[in-house]
């Protein structure tokens, strides 16, 4: 058999080392994070002392439990796509562990009585609207984080509230419907509209009253106005729905339901074929928030801080958007911003308060409670 030219032995060992050095670097140890790829080299840069301590921190508590509704971020497939583009951006291997859930406000109480009980929180991060997050924050639940230092370029001190809560998205509440059924010269331009005996015993409403929760605001339309107003609207109510439920409408179980908790729900749908589209009664425009916030007894608190960072990112609005058809309008990016602006357009005046405005005034909080039980029919 005929042999190539013998190779120097130095040249051998060069090769060697070089080979091993290689092949160990091939193959991190599970105790390693893994670099960051492609997805989120952009976002990588520029980090600040603070957000690689945080990331250190997240990797190596090394999960993150959520708990929140199936519709919130796309469940339980969204939460797997959210923890693999998280882990790809920031080199982690943080495994997100989630379980649907009940109700925003049921989710927020669970975690007050386990705050106060000593106990850990159900999830790591709670996601919720504002009358929620104030109630966290009036229990003293809830942890205060630099938010803006950890993320200066994409957290401005204007989206983060009191310290302790993050703007994850903007809504317009209104009302979802059936666009096949639904007459189109029906469709309410205000919240009148919808005492219209063409109405009765077909649109529902949440049983946690969403959208009228803020009306009831002093510089909304105030609480006997409202409670006024939904005593006779109850009366064309034929059941109780909560909000990201569109596919009931899609089905024709009712023809709408309102006032919901923004439009996202609908969009989704309409973006897969079904026959459901939003309208927005102009005498009750109104953009609330979603927030992000991290509980004091969180078990993986470093974790849940680095998720709401992730979400904060472009990649996590974008992704928000493609799991729920929502994100926040004070960025360029943002889709939800032409919404906003083409009611703004149709002449309404948005009610938009802050977490401390709903702390200022107690009172929407008592009577979300009695409008509770008006829906409720007791």
């Known amino acids: 058999m005929m042999r190539g030219p013998k190779m120097p032995a130095m040249l051998v060992v060069l090769l060697s080392l070089l080979l091993s050095t290689a092949c160990a670097g091939a193959s991190p140890t599970d105790s390693q994070p893994t670099k960051p790829t492609s997805d989120g080299a952009q976002e990588a840069l520029g980090r600040t002392a603070e957000l690689v301590a945080l990331i250190d921190a997240a990797n190596r508590e090394g999960s ?70 104030a109630a966290l924050v009036q229990a003293g639940a809830l942890e205060m984080v630099p938010w803006t230092k950890l993320l200066p370029d994409r957290i401005p001190q204007e989206i983060v509230e ?44 949440t049983p946690y009253v969403a959208g009228f929760d803020f009306l009831v605001a002093p510089d909304a339309w105030g609480r006997d106005k409202t409670i006024d107003y939904l005593r006779k609207f109850s009366k064309q109510v034929s059941g109780l729905m909560r909000c990201g439920e569109a596919e009931r409408i899609a089905a024709g179980e009712v023809l709408a339901m309102g006032l919901d908790c923004g439009g996202d729900s609908a969009r989704t749908w309409k973006d897969r074929g079904a026959p459901v589209d939003h309208v927005v009664p102009l005498d009750a425009a109104q953009k609330r928030f979603f927030y992000l916030a991290v509980p004091k007894n969180a078990p993986n608190p470093n974790a849940a801080k680095l998720f709401t960072v992730f979400m904060m990112t472009r990649q996590g609005q974008e992704l928000s958007w493609e799991l729920d058809r929502a994100d926040l309008d004070v960025f360029p990016e943002s889709r939800i911003r032409e919404t906003v602006q083409d009611v703004e357009r149709r002449g309404a005046k948005f009610f938009q308060p802050s977490i401390k405005y709903l702390l200022d005034h107690p009172e929407m909080q008592s009577a979300r409670q009695e409008m509770e039980k008006i829906v409720r029919g007791e």
């Open 64 to 133: 993150l439990r959520l708990v929140w509704s199936e519709s919130v971020f796309g469940g339980a497939e969204g939460a797997k796509r959210i923890q693999d583009a998280m882990n790809r951006m920031f080199g982690t291997r943080i495994q997100v562990q989630f379980s649907p859930g009940p109700a925003q406000p049921q989710v927020a109480s669970q975690i007050i009585a386990e705050y106060k009980a000593g106990q850990k929180a159900t999830s790591d991060v709670y996601y919720g609207a504002g009358l929620n997050i």
């Open 162 to 205: 009191l310290d302790q809560a993050i703007r994850q998205r903007s809504v317009v509440s209104g009302f979802t419907y059936n666009s096949r059924l639904v007459n189109a010269s029906k469709l309410p331009q205000k919240m009148d509209d919808m005492l219209d005996a063409y109405w009765t015993g077909k649109v529902a409403t």
